[in-house]
Structure formats: C-alpha cells, structure tokens
C-alpha cells in the first residue's frame, strides 16, 4: 500500500506576532498540491505577519508549521529556498537589473557558488518568462516597468525558483481592476498547471471568492478556514466589516455599502 503525501504545507495552533505582542492566534489550515488560496482580514489584523512567519522571514511565537510533512524549523536555509518562494510587497533591491537578470536570481538555490546557471537552469528560466508572457520586455530595465509588469517578473522569479510553495504578500496592491483579475487568473492557472500550492495575502475579498480553491480569514478569534462556498455558508464573512458600514450579500458573494 502507498503512503499517502502530507500535505504540502500545514498549520495548526500557530501564533504569530513580535516579542512585544501576539498578533494572531489559533490559525489551523492546509494546503495541498495545486491549491490556490487566499488569506484575507481587515487591515493590520496580521496577514503580512502570517506570510513572513511561513516564510520563516520571523518566527512563530508557537505551534506547528509542516511543509511536506517536515518542521519549518528543520529546513537549512537552502533547503527551504528550494521549497518556498516569497513574494513580498518591499521594494525591489536592483531596479536597475534586466527583467532576465533578475528572474534568473530564482536559481539561486540551486547555482555553484558562482552563481553560473547551467542548461537547466536556463530552461527553467525561459519556461517562467513564458508562462508569465514576458517575452518582450525580458532585456528591459526593471524600473521601466509598469507596476503590473513588475509583478508579473516578481511571479516568474517565483516560478524560476520552482518551488512546491508560492507565498505572496499582496500581488494586486497598485493594480487597477483589470490587472488585479489578470493576476489572480494568472496563480490560479499556474496551481493548476504546475501542481504548485499559492498562498497569497490581499484585501480583495470578493475576487478571492470566485477564483480561490481555499480561503484563510484572519478575524482575530477563530481564523476560519475552507472552501470560499463554505465560508459563506458558515457566514464567515457576516462580521468582517461593522454592520453599519458594509455588510456582506451571501447570495451574490459580494460586500454592499449601508448608504
Ligand atoms: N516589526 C513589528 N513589530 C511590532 N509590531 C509589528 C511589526 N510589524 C507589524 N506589526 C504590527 O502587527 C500587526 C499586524 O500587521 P500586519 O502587517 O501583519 O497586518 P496586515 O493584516 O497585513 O495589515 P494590512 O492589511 O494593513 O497590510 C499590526 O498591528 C502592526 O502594527
């Protein structure tokens, strides 16, 4: 009998927050090969202080994080970079690299210490540039790109880098509606076709609803967690936001402003 997988990243009784506070607690959740999911919550709830504890950027004031069934904090540095990619919302160190250069800093992980890309390396590159539709802009100057552009090269860097776990800090901040939905088409059908696992922060709730297999709400108390239908059917989301201000349509999925 086959051993079935763990799942390739999961959570259960995680506290996140800094040595002067607990930010959030009690957040249990799963993914598993292919998903795409977002974390949602109000602002300054403790989503980016989430991905940055996943991300091992800052560590977990307590309980479990498993990436392929293994303890985060077991993971060399190197060995992590082969399994997660971090997308963050800080501005790019080297604007001045070419989009190539700087999707090719994905391989890092798995370059000599010269950092020389060997042939399959370079595929890996080239397949990135393609799937995000990079071609013609990929001898441009970083800074010449437009902020929607940049974030298409931030996700090939991701890709590049090939990992099975793509963490993203708000990939559609800056982005009008077009793009926004442009991008997060994009992960979805990069979960789906690569087998990759996408977690990403955002603020855009009712876009998360329709495209996401999974969705985290972080609310402070019992972070719930599911498919985006169930959610709504366990009226998730009823208590986002003050009754007075805005309240959420379950038969549409949408948020309606109290005028
Ligand atoms: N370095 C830090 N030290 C102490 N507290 C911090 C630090 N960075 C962030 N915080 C606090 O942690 C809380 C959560 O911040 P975080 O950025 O994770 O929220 P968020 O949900 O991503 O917010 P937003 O939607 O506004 O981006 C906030 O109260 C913030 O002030």
Sequence with gaps: MTKSQPPTLSVSNLSIGYT?????????????????AAIVGINGIGKSTLLRTLGHVQPALGGKILIAGKPLKEYS???LASRVSLVLTEPV???NMTVLELIALGRQPYTNWLGRLS???????????????????????CFELSDGQLQRVLIAR?????????????PTTHL?????????????????????SILFTSHEIEMAIQLCDKMLLVNGTDNPFGQPC????QRAFHDLFPADTVSFDASTGAFRIKK
């Design 77 to 79: 540095h190197v060995q």
């Design 176 to 196: 009008d509606l077009y793009h926004k939905v442009q991008i997060l088409k994009l992960l979805k059908s990069i979960a789906d076709q690569t087998g990759k």
């Design 158 to 170: 991701a890709l590049a880098q090939d990992t099975a776990i793509i963490l993203l800090d708000e």
């Design 93 to 95: 160190a080297s604007k």
């Design 20 to 36: 002067s506070a607990v930010i959030a607690e009690n957040i249990d959740f799963s993914l598993s090969e292919g998903e795409l």
């Design 230 to 233: 169930k959610l709504i059917e």
């Design 119 to 141: 042939a399959a390396d370079r595929t890996k590159v080239g397949e990135a540039i393609g799937m995000l539709e990079l071609e013609a802009l990929q001898h441009r100057k």
